[in-house]
């Protein structure tokens, strides 16, 4: 049974930075990709950023380019989210989803069978 913890959030003022950490363990598990969505109360969850393993390539939503940083750590199957110039519009909880499926469609939600239970980001104006 493969198991995705996530690690990091917490509350900061405006302008502040946070960084998330999320580890992928169990069975044989290998991952292709590891990634992020976040959701807001009352809001549909969103793509946040997703990094490969084979040849390290990242993506992130328009919404937060160019202010958060994805990377995987030296150990398998581990990721992080440097997350700077924080706005309280990026207040929600955060996602971390892992898959193995080298066509799946990154983006998406739906590409990734395997999800953390989420931690809680908070940004205060």
């Known amino acids: 049974q493969v198991q995705v913890v996530e690690s990091g959030g917490g509350l900061v003022q405006a302008g502040g930075s946070l960084r998330l950490s999320c580890a992928a363990s169990?069975?044989?598990?290998?991952?292709?990709?590891m990634g992020w969505f976040r959701q807001a109360p009352g809001k549909e969850r969103d793509f946040v950023a997703v990094?490969?393993?084979?040849?390290?390539?990242?993506w992130y939503g328009d919404s937060v380019k160019g202010r958060f940083t994805i990377s995987r750590g030296n150990a398998e199957n581990k990721m992080y989210l440097q997350m700077n110039s924080l706005k309280p519009d990026d207040t929600a909880v955060y996602y971390c989803?892992?898959?193995?499926?080298?066509?799946?469609?990154?983006?998406?939600?739906?590409?990734?069978?395997?999800w953390g239970q989420g931690t809680q980001v908070t940004v205060s104006s």
């Open positions: 990094i490969t393993w084979s040849g390290d390539i990242t």
């Open positions: 169990g069975g044989a598990f290998n991952a292709y990709a």
């Open positions: 989803a892992a898959t193995e499926n080298p066509t799946a469609r990154l983006r998406l939600g739906d590409a990734y069978p395997y």
